[in-house]
């Protein structure tokens, strides 16, 4: 797959897929990056998510410290669960408005998980 510099900007409702997104903490530790494809336009696309606490030493369970709203439940996990994410693949493509939120196709969509494959603990 390479990025579709032909796909026209287009909104529409958020698609869903199970294509894989990653997500790791910024260095600075105060936001969560999902990175991943952008399922319409194949362009590399990261979402930053501000988690506006202070990092902490260590480096599992310092996300879900951070995130600290969903005890119990893995949060980066919740993240992709969760949010809506739009293309910011950075390239401007044919017929985007100037004032878009973000640059890239227009496209958004939600990460659904995968069908079950024996993950256990
Ligand atoms: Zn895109
Ligand atoms: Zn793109």
Do not use: I, N
């Amino acid at each position: 797959m390479t990025h579709d510099f032909t796909t026209p900007y287009a909104e529409g409702p958020p698609v869903q897929t199970s294509a894989p997104f990653t997500v790791r903490t910024a260095p600075d530790g105060r936001e969560v990056v999902v990175e991943g494809l952008c399922p319409r336009c194949q362009g590399a696309t990261a979402s930053p998510f501000p988690v506006g606490l202070p990092g902490a030493g260590g480096t599992k369970g310092v996300l879900s410290r951070l995130l600290g709203r969903t005890a119990g439940t893995d949060a980066a996990g919740d993240v992709l669960a969760t949010e809506v994410f739009f293309c910011e693949c950075g390239y401007a493509h044919p017929q985007q408005p100037a004032d878009v939120p973000f640059v890239g196709c227009g496209a958004s969509w939600r990460v659904v998980a995968p069908p079950p494959g024996g993950d256990g603990a």
